[in-house]
């Protein structure tokens, strides 16, 4: 979503004043009942992916029937109300407002993260090519459609093995595309995501790691660096950590035999 704003553009030797477009940013709030889960800010658009994929990181979901329903409250604008399968429980309340930078992780340690996963990351063969990792940037870029209105969104996509595109979401906070993209998986019935990548625009930070573990993704990839926790709770998870993807070269971090390097001629 975008919205037009009035901009004076200065440029060397001249000046006009005109609109610009820009990403829109608003707050989420997510209750079950009339128990408040959990606010964020958001670029509108994918909501119901938006909560599906953070519950998936949360532990509290795995698959689409662990969800029974959701829907946009008419009396509550930027409110979303979510029904849960019975015998699934709501994670635990945050108890404060997040932004659209990364918040806070619901696990405080590596080990609660590891202990907390449905999926056994460590036993996934999914090998990729140094090839195709190389060029899901550019694939991810392609599909950027606000981005290319705006320059100010971050992005999530979800790759096959192969390289082919499954899924891309842009969002102002990369934690929240990253959300989007699981949620649609999840509700396509794909999780596990067995087979998949996850590439990603930015860092990759140890709530990135959390999510893709969460969702039992064997790759994820960032145009930039990784933090030391995102790295350390990849290995210690079984997840491959690839870093600085970019002008056909790349660092990887942890469990590096996914990657098939061509040999050598």
Avoid at 10 to 32: C, I
Avoid at 188 to 202: E, Y
Wanted: proline share 5%; with cysteine; aromatic share 4%.
């Amino acid at each position: 979503m975008t919205t037009r704003r009035p901009v004076l553009r200065l440029r060397p030797g001249r000046s006009a004043q005109r609109p610009d477009t820009l990403a829109v940013e608003e707050p989420l709030l997510v209750r079950v009942g009339d128990q408040v889960l959990t606010s964020t800010m958001r670029t509108p658009g994918h909501d119901f992916d938006l909560i599906a994929g953070w519950l998936v990181a949360e532990g509290a979901i795995g698959d689409r029937t662990d969800v029974a329903g959701m829907k946009e409250c008419i009396d509550e604008q930027n409110t979303i109300e979510v029904t849960l399968a019975h015998g699934i429980e709501p994670p635990r309340t945050r108890a404060f407002e997040t932004t659209s930078a990364c918040g806070v992780c619901g696990a405080d340690r590596v080990v609660d993260v590891r202990a907390s996963l449905r999926w056994r990351l460590a036993d996934d063969p999914t090998r990729v090519d140094v090839g195709v990792l190389s060029m899901l940037p550019d694939r991810m870029r392609d599909e950027q459609r606000v981005f290319d209105r705006t320059g100010g969104l971050h992005a999530a996509g979800l790759f096959a093995a192969t390289g082919a595109v499954v899924t891309v979401r842009e969002d102002v906070g990369r934690h929240n595309a990253v959300d989007k993209v699981i949620g649609s998986a999840l509700m396509a019935g794909l999780l596990p995501l067995k087979g998949h990548v996850l590439q990603v625009s930015g860092r990759a930070s140890f709530e990135l790691v959390q999510k893709a573990a969460a969702a039992g993704l064997p790759v994820l990839a960032a145009v930039s660096a990784p933090s030391s926790l995102a790295v350390d709770l990849a290995d210690e998870c079984g997840l491959t950590l690839v870093g600085f993807v970019r002008g056909g070269g790349m660092n990887v971090y942890t469990h590096a035999e996914r990657v098939r390097v061509a040999p050598r001629p």
